[in-house]
């Protein structure tokens, strides 16, 4: 399909040591998914850790997640949802070559991230103005062990922090990402970065869609 | 293989099926359920999961290597989670 003709690679965007356009694209893919493995371990074990001090202390842990905002939790999901629409679209757009649509797509994206974050912001601004937040200042006045919430909001600062984190090295691949698209680096035999991005974005979006179940609303029932 | 391009009616379908099951998950926590509100939530929180995997992510349309990875990842975690409550919540059969 492919010659081995200096000019052609450039043209198809293949570096030299792979074969093909498909064999470059699939090694793109599978680096990445073996990555994000390393990354469903790393928040794994932090799901495992909530899981068996939830069981330990489930009474702080549900009186915890009382002291969450219900809606401003489903609007991030519903917003960072969105940023996964949005980057879905932004591959779809380096797929078939839409050079302007695929920047537009990656800032939105960004947009949308900066949205969750902003909302996360004022989220944990209501934690330290209630003194919920672990540390000498942390008070709790129901008749919760101190101790049991206390490590509720341990692992919800821990979980969301790490969350928030990915989500900012995110966006900062997403600004180069985006300057990238718009200096025309991708094409519809290339754009294995744009695709490789994505992967990682809807990554940071799964963890998410477990975290806010996990945290705001387990024991609501009750 | 030549690369799969998902048409947009796809991803908009599976945003519509993602945030319904956002407001279901919301819904579900208030019911009483029991001991069952946590599992309809980790129920929805998969099949979440599952649609961004496959079609945000383009599982469904990649190769057998690749899809060998990503089950392999999950199953690891599976493994971890389950060995670590099976030791943690059996623990007070013994103390009886």
């Known amino acids: 399909m492919i010659s081995d003709a200096k000019p052609d690679r450039q043209t198809w965007g ?43 202390n489930t009474d702080g842990f549900v009186a915890g997640s009382h002291e969450l905002d219900i809606t401003l939790g489903a609007v991030n999901t519903a917003v960072l949802i969105g940023s996964s629409l949005t ?11 839409r050079r302007k649509a695929t920047v537009w797509f990656i800032l939105a994206t960004i947009l949308l991230g900066g949205v969750f974050l902003g909302v996360k912001v004022v989220e944990y ?40 984190l990915h989500m900012i090295i995110g966006i900062g691949i997403l600004a180069v990402l985006a300057w990238l698209a718009w200096r025309g680096v991708f094409s519809a035999s290339n754009h294995n970065l744009v695709e490789g991005v994505g992967l990682y974005w809807h990554f940071v979006d799964i963890v998410w869609i477990f975290l806010f179940p996990l945290l705001y609303l387990l024991g609501r029932s009750g | 293989m030549s690369v799969h391009v998902t048409p947009i009616r796809v991803y908009l379908l599976i945003f519509g099926a993602l945030m319904v099951g956002t407001l279901l998950t919301v819904w579900a926590a208030f019911l ?31 190769t057998r290597l690749t899809k060998i990875t990503v089950v392999a990842g999950f199953l690891w975690l599976a493994i971890l989670v389950g060995l670590l409550l099976s030791d943690y919540f059996t623990r007070g059969f013994l103390a009886g």
């Open chain 2, 32 to 62: 009483q359920l029991g001991a069952f509100n946590d599992i309809v939530a980790m129920a929805i929180a998969v099949t979440k999961a599952t649609l961004v995997v496959l079609y945000f992510m383009h599982v469904r349309h990649s």
């Open chain 1, 125 to 164: 601004g209501a934690k330290f103005e209630h003194h919920l937040v672990p540390g000498p200042e942390f008070h709790w006045p129901g008749p919760e062990k101190t101790e049991s919430v206390q490590m509720f909001f341990n692992l919800y600062f821990l979980m969301t922090g790490l969350h928030a």
């Open chain 1, 14 to 56: 293949l570096d030299h040591q792979f074969d093909s356009v498909d064999q470059q694209r699939e090694s793109s893919f599978l680096g990445m998914w073996i990555f994000l493995v390393t990354e469903i371990m790393f928040f794994g074990g932090l799901f495992a850790t909530y899981i068996v001090y939830r069981g330990q």
């Open chain 1, 87 to 97: 980057m879905a679209l932004a591959v779809w757009a380096a797929q078939t070559d």
